[in-house]
């Protein structure tokens, strides 16, 4: 009897364990299931988003050339679309081409090690959003007329950031290597580029973080439109 109580007893521990091993993999497939549709629903929309942006952009050339057409018609309607070309070109939303400066920024190869002192944060990141703000703030000051990160044109309403690891221009998620391109007069760019803060905490970085920094002039730069948003401001209510 106590034989049989014994294994009684040990076919219910076994019964135990292989029931909580059964439903740890059942849940393990879960969470690979519901991970891999996130993956799937993440991908599906920024390839819709991609198809709007181009959409947008289609409908956006096809208004500007309608209004160039209908206000080049006479003297009031030209002066009026040089106008609106200059605002257009101050808030970044037009196309511009010429020669510059490009500035590459690639983070360091990874050393499988977290002690590595290619680490900057606790994402693991050696190039961080204050090092590409600076480098396009500093071409600014240098003269540039124009500026892209990656091809996103930097407007007066674009942020750099990070979230987490990523790197977010805009609020696009950006990858190494980081091409900041200026349009602008090169040689007096670099010039005052070359000795800006923003240099010299590039040149820095690199030689601490093992992280890639070039500066190259540029001889045929294109840089597409910002994105066009709409601005709001506060007014002092009337009495009721």
């Known amino acids: ?16 364990i292989f029931g909580i091993a059964f439903s740890q993999l059942a849940s393990g497939a879960a969470v690979d299931r ?18 709007l942006e181009s959409t947008r952009d289609e409908l956006a050339e096809q208004v500007a050339s309608e209004r160039d057409r ?9 002066a009026l679309l040089d ?20 500035v590459a920024v690639t983070e360091p190869a990874a050393q499988g090690d977290s002690s590595d002192r290619s680490v900057r944060t606790g994402s ?29 044109r930097v407007g007066p309403n674009v942020t750099i950031r990070q979230a987490g ?29 070359v000795v800006s803060d923003a240099y010299l905490r590039m040149s820095t970085v690199a030689q ?3 992280v890639g920094f070039s500066v190259r002039p540029a001889a045929d730069l294109e840089l597409g439109p910002a994105v066009v948003r709409e601005s709001f401001e506060a007014q002092e209510a009337g009495p009721p």
């Open 34 to 51: 519901a991970g891999a549709d996130a993956s799937a629903a993440v991908r599906a929309a920024q390839d819709r988003g991609e198809e």
């Open 1 to 16: 009897m106590p034989a049989a109580i014994w294994l009684l007893s040990g076919a219910v521990v076994i019964g135990l």
């Open 208 to 210: 601490l973080y093992g």
């Open 165 to 193: 690891g990523a790197m977010l221009v805009d609020n696009r998620p950006i990858d190494s290597p980081y091409q900041v391109d200026a349009i602008g007069p090169p040689q007096r760019i670099q010039v005052q580029f």
């Open 70 to 78: 209908a206000l080049q018609s006479d003297a009031s309607g030209s």
């Open 83 to 102: 106008r609106l070309s200059a605002v257009e070109s101050a808030a970044g939303i037009d196309t511009v081409t010429g020669p510059g400066l490009s």
């Open 124 to 152: 693991g990141a050696a190039v961080l959003d204050r090092d590409i703000a600076s480098i396009v703030n500093s071409l600014w000051a240098s003269g540039a007329e124009a500026v892209s990160v990656n091809g996103i």
